[in-house]
């Protein structure tokens, strides 16, 4: 049986049941790369350029784990998934990037999504079916099932990253962890954050909790129209949870080399500043060591409980 290879990074984290599930259904196996570790991640930063983003970098590192495993890579071009809407430009030239940073590459499947040109998923994958020599009536049959697997997603990701058992504590403090999908739910490169905050008896809130619709309905509240997909669901999720006063806190892991995040960071911490929620940005790199996020984090929490008994007090937040 032939092999696909899914690289464990970036929209890995978005649509892998879908894409698991397809390519199965159309008689292929699936292979992953293992969890992000240091050793992926060192050779992720051999093969790519200095200018690139932590998870740029770290998928390089993923694709060189499975290269010699697979028959074909799968690293579709996802330009748009929304109307009037786009992805981060190093999303959409991801499989051109390692294209020429990595050699000896198997055939990479790089089809093209984009929803403002109507090369919707359905069309995406009949070139996909059609360059495996797989009948289009195989393809839908198959996507058709997949498509179901995506109501499972959360549940999935959160498996990963959550204790077994893990449920919400009544008593304890919620905060809500901002930030794209492949840096929350990746624990290598977070430092385990979820774990650690957990273990201080927070309850951790995720964007994809809230709903696409609500989302959508509270990124409306910034002058310009956000056309960044995951932008609107960052910004969507942060001021739905600061302007209902849904959350105690808010932490915001965001990437090293990541343009879209430094201008995110800013327009939450403002608005987290208006409503009196407080707010911490955390800058993930290529280091390792944890002592400085544990700190940082310490003291964060610190400062969130410290408000409870100091509220008629000037916050130390601002
Ligand atoms: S949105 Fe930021 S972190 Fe994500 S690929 Fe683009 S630059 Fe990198």
């Not at 797989?134 to 996507?143: D, F, K, P, Y």
């Not at 403002?270 to 707010?279: C, D, E, H, T, V």
């Amino acid at each position: 049986m032939k092999k696909i290879g899914i690289p464990r990074g970036m929209l890995y984290y978005e649509y892998f049941p879908i894409w698991k599930d397809f390519f199965e259904g159309i008689g292929f196996e699936v292979i992953s790369s293992n969890r992000t570790n240091k050793e992926i991640m060192d050779r992720g930063i051999l093969y790519s350029v200095d200018e690139a983003c932590l998870p740029v970098k770290i998928i390089h590192g993923h694709v060189d784990f499975l290269k010699d495993k697979v028959d074909f890579l799968f690293i579709p071009k996802i330009m748009s998934i929304y109307k009037r809407e786009y992805c981060c430009p190093k999303i959409i030239g991801l499989a051109e990037m390692i294209r020429n940073s990595l050699d000896d590459l198997p055939e990479i499947l790089d089809v093209v999504y984009d929803f403002n040109k109507r090369r919707g998923p359905e069309k995406a994958y009949k070139e996909i079916a059609k360059t495996l020599g797989v009948t289009e009536r195989q393809s839908s049959r198959s996507l058709k099932k997949a498509d179901k697997g995506m109501d499972r997603l959360l549940d999935w990701l959160k498996s990963d990253i959550l204790p077994d058992n893990y449920a919400y504590r009544k008593d304890f403090k919620d905060l809500l962890l901002l930030g794209h999908s492949y840096i929350l739910f990746d624990d290598f490169i977070n430092m385990k954050v979820v774990e650690k905050l957990i273990d201080k008896d927070i309850n951790v809130h995720f964007p994809e909790d809230i709903s696409d619709d609500i989302a959508r309905k509270y990124s409306n509240f910034t002058k310009k129209r956000m056309f960044w997909t995951h932008g609107r669901r960052i910004i969507g999720a942060s001021n739905y949870v600061i302007m209902n006063h849904k959350v105690d806190g808010i932490i915001y892991l965001s990437s090293f080399g990541c343009g879209l995040d430094s201008v995110f960071t800013h327009m939450v911490s403002r608005q987290a500043a208006k409503y009196g929620i407080p707010f911490m940005n955390l800058t993930l790199d290529e280091q390792t060591g944890e002592a400085g996020i544990n700190t940082r984090l310490e003291a964060f929490l610190d400062m969130m409980k410290w408000r409870d008994s100091h509220k008629d007090h000037i916050s130390s937040f601002r």
